[in-house]
């Protein structure tokens, strides 16, 4: 697993949810600019995603077992989208708080996926 790719992705997943969480202080629903912050977090997720399959393709071996590795390297590619998509549904101040927790729920899943892989 790519260390400074599972960082990158942490750290822009906890600033996600600073700024979605800021907006739900404010009473703002999402933005388009918040979506555009979103899109750059699921690409991230994406390319985690990739690397984490190329290398089990290669025959590396997470510690804990592949069938978990995965199910969380899936979980953390949906987490993002599906959030942003609830908030579409929700035009009020808890669709940014919405996304503000699954972008908490994704930082916390990359430090999951660190620990399964064996760091």
């Known amino acids: 697993m790519l260390v400074a790719l599972t960082v990158a992705l942490s750290v822009a997943a906890l600033a996600l949810a600073a700024w979605c969480g800021f907006a739900a202080y404010r009473d703002q629903p999402t933005k388009d600019w918040h979506f555009i912050a979103m899109a750059v977090v699921s690409v991230l997720a994406l390319a985690q995603l990739v690397v984490g399959i ?7 071996e997470p510690a804990q ?3 978990l590795f995965i199910a969380y390297l899936l979980g953390s590619f949906a987490t993002v989208p599906a959030a942003a998509f ?3 549904a929700e035009r009020t101040r808890w669709g940014s708080a919405t996304v503000a ?3 908490v729920v994704l930082a916390v899943l990359e430090v999951r996926l660190y620990d399964i ?3």
């Open 65 to 67: 077992g592949k069938t």
């Open 86 to 88: 609830l908030s579409l």
């Open 117 to 119: 892989w064996g760091g």
């Open 54 to 60: 190329v290398q089990l393709a290669r025959g590396e």
């Open 101 to 103: 927790a699954g972008a």
